[in-house]
């Protein structure tokens, strides 16, 4: 699967179980790390897993498997699937980190063309 297909999966996967703040950075033309970065907020520490959860099993209907997921005791957590790094964050957490301005550099992705209209608000 495609970097962007990717993104877009994960993105809707994230949009039906309501993420807040949802967001995407094209990072390729400044790291090795990966191609996008997606990064959303939680209301609530049970909604940081739940969003995880739901990403990891829509991702595995499609046979993707993440590399690597840290920090499911925390209020981030980071789902690695190698050209997509996915960022679950509760709100202090987000704040704290800005993750969002550290890599404002990078190329915003418009989600709304990603994203199925069923799964909008």
Do not use: P, Q
């Given at each position: 699967m495609e970097s962007l297909e990717l993104l877009k999966?994960?993105?809707?996967?994230?949009?039906?179980?309501?993420?807040k703040q949802l967001s995407?950075?094209?990072?390729s033309d400044l790291?090795?790390?990966?191609?996008?970065?997606?990064?959303?907020?939680?209301?609530?520490?049970?909604?940081?897993?739940?969003l995880c959860d739901e990403v990891?099993?829509?991702?595995?209907?499609?046979g993707i498997k993440p590399h690597h997921i840290e920090g499911r005791a925390t209020g981030w957590i980071v789902l690695d699937y190698g050209t997509?790094?996915?960022?679950?964050?509760?709100?202090?957490?987000?704040e704290y980190y800005g993750l969002d301005k550290?890599?404002?550099d990078g190329a915003p992705v418009e989600l709304n063309d990603i994203l199925d209209s069923k799964t909008e608000d």
């Open positions: 999966a994960a993105a809707n996967a994230l949009n039906e179980k309501k993420a995407a950075v094209k990072i790291t090795i790390l990966c191609d996008y970065f997606l990064i959303c907020t939680a209301t609530s520490s049970t909604h940081v897993k739940a990891e099993e829509k991702l595995d209907e499609k997509v790094i996915i960022h679950i964050f509760g709100e202090k957490e987000r550290m890599w404002s």
